[in-house]
């Protein structure tokens, strides 16, 4: 793990214009990938906030949805609910009315995490499918172009809660983890494979996000507790594309919305 993270904040005016910054950031990144490896590889998150973002790449009347690369785009999970892809819970469910069913993706460039399976065997699954498809050999990780977080108002990030069994995972890929307090299974990457992603960022919105985001990158180190603070990239910068209510209690960025703060162990 690097010594100090940089971390890089991209701060927009509202939830409109965050869902659009993070359609422009997710087709950015692709296009940078397939110039350099002829594909990008990329894990996604549930939620409201990243759904506002699949619609507008979706939208052909977005530049987003013309921009990014499809043919050349494999789409993953970070985590899901253990529920059937039909349920609405299911993150792959989000994900395909919001923008799988309208864009040309196909069946065998997205990859589900299986939630109807048993956690166990839906974790050993995944972790089967991201050996084959990344070529993996022994202890190798796979190292996604872009990996997008986000975060909840107990600190976790992915499937990966406060004090769960998940947190002390570092040899496996893909686990299931068992949430106490919503009595739940998840099945989640890892964060050491998180950390390995070429492009890492987190995308919150919302005053209600103010408090935790500033105890997570500028409070004290305690990932028990905040399991967003496992979340340091190999490459040593993190990037939170935030609304400015979410951002209120960071560092202040500048007149154009962007700032950069270190946060040192």
Same mark, same amino acid.
């Given at each position: ?12 005016? !509202?939830?409109?214009? +965050? @869902? ?10 692709? %296009?940078?990938? *397939? #110039? $350099? ?63 799988? !069913?309208?864009?040309? +993706? @196909? ?10 399976? %048993?956690?166990? *065997? #839906? $974790? ?85 996000? $103010? ?55």
């Amino acid at each position: 793990m690097p010594h100090s993270l940089k971390i890089e904040t991209i701060v927009v005016p !509202d939830t409109d214009a +965050l @869902a659009a910054r993070a359609a422009q950031h997710f087709v950015e990144v692709a %296009e940078a990938a *397939v #110039a $350099a490896r002829g594909r990008a590889r990329i894990a996604i998150s549930g939620g409201s906030t990243p759904k506002a973002a699949f619609k507008l790449l979706a939208d052909p009347a977005q530049p987003w949805c013309v921009r990014m690369p499809w043919q050349r785009l494999e789409l993953f999970w970070v985590d899901e609910r253990c529920v059937p892809p039909d349920h609405p819970d299911s993150n792959y469910r989000m994900t395909r009315e919001a923008m799988l !069913d309208h864009v040309p +993706l @196909a069946p065998d460039q997205v990859h589900r995490m299986e939630g109807e399976l %048993e956690p166990e *065997v #839906a $974790a050993s699954r995944y972790e089967s499918l991201l050996r084959n498809t990344f070529r993996l050999e022994g202890a190798e990780t796979p190292r996604f172009d872009l990996i997008e977080l986000g975060m909840g108002p107990d600190g976790h990030t992915a499937s990966l809660f406060p004090h769960s069994a998940a947190l002390n995972e570092t040899g496996r890929l893909v686990v299931a983890n068992h949430v106490e307090n919503k009595d739940a299974w998840r099945v989640t990457l890892t964060w050491p494979v998180i950390n390995q992603g070429a492009s890492v960022f987190f995308l919150i919105g919302g005053a209600d996000k $103010a408090q935790i985001l500033s105890e997570v990158f500028t409070g004290p180190r305690d990932t028990d507790r905040l399991p967003s603070q496992l979340i340091r990239p190999a490459k040593g910068i993190l990037t939170l594309i935030l609304d400015q209510a979410s951002a209120a209690l960071l560092p202040a960025t500048g007149g154009d919305g962007r700032g950069v703060f270190e946060r040192k162990e």
